[in-house]
Structure formats: C-alpha cells, structure tokens
C-alpha cells in the first residue's frame, strides 16, 4: 500500500510538473542560455571597461585602486573558457533573443576570431598591468584594448535593430 501511495505521488507530480517544464523548455531556444551567459560576459566587458574610459576621459575621477580592480575584472572576463557561449547556430539570423546580435560569419571564421580574442587577451593582460599606474599609464593602456574589442564589432557584430 506504501509503494502505491509513492507512485501514484509520483506519477501525479510527473503529471503537474511535466507540461510546466516542456513549456519552461519550449519558451527558450536551444541555444538561449549560452547566448545569455556570453551576453552576460559582455556586459561585464562593458561595465569595467565603461569605467576606465570614463576616467581616462576626465567623466569619472581617476582612481588608481579602482583602475586596477576595473582592469584585473576585465582581464579575469576576457580569460574566461568560452566554448559553451558559442555554439553553431547561436547567431542573430538563428535565435529568437532579439539582443542577440552575434553575426553567423563568427563560425564561418572561427580561426580570425580566436586571434582577435587573443588580441583581447594580450591587451587586457596590459591594462591590467598598468591602469592602476596612473591616468597617462592607464590612458595608453586602454586604447589597445578598445582596438582589440571594434576589430571583432566591426566584423562579427550585428549593428542594434
């Protein structure tokens, strides 16, 4: 009698649960959740990197402790393992997330865009090195990485709809 009560437990769980999860599933697309995680690392990308231009710009006081956190936050994004934010077919003309705005030509040219992020890489490991250095270390630190980040836009980033 226990293991009847269980199952049918079970069963009406399974019952009630089931449809909520494939409508949970059906809502996002296969790729929604890769798309959100690199969009997510991009808005890290955007929100230290705001801060530094900032004040190298003179809008935002320079403060080196803050340049060197800043810097260090951009350099730990741009290392980070990346391979499950891209898979193929995660691009703007194959997803419904209409932020996306990854261009299909990213696995077309996959062999281009490795050298690009490592050109991110080398330059965010340099403005890591010297943002904290003052505004004139930080200054000619931040325009490689700027260099680094438009290569990609310009080539691989849909324009915003």
């Not at 730990?76 to 703007?92: E, I």
């Not at 696995?107 to 004139?136: I, Q």
Request: charged content about 20%; some cysteine.
């Amino acid at each position: 009698m226990k293991n009847f009560k269980l199952v049918t437990t079970l069963l009406v769980i399974g019952c009630l649960t089931g449809p909520l999860a494939s409508t949970a599933i059906a809502a996002d697309g296969p790729h929604d959740k890769a798309i959100k995680a690199r969009q997510a690392m991009f808005q890290l990308y955007s929100f230290s990197l705001g801060t530094l231009s900032g004040m190298a710009k003179g809008k935002i006081d320079y403060d080196a402790d803050l340049a060197a956190e800043m810097a260090a936050n951009l350099n730990a994004a741009a290392n980070l393992g990346q391979s499950a934010f891209w898979p193929a077919g995660s691009d703007s003309e194959n997803s419904d997330n209409a932020k996306n705005r990854a261009l299909p030509a990213i696995w077309e040219s996959f062999p281009e865009v490795a050298e690009k992020a490592d050109a991110l890489k080398t330059a965010a490991a340099a403005l890591a090195e010297n943002a904290g250095g003052g505004l004139d270390s930080l200054k000619a630190s931040l325009g490689p990485v700027g260099k680094s980040c438009k290569g990609c836009h310009d080539d691989f980033r849909a324009e915003r709809k």
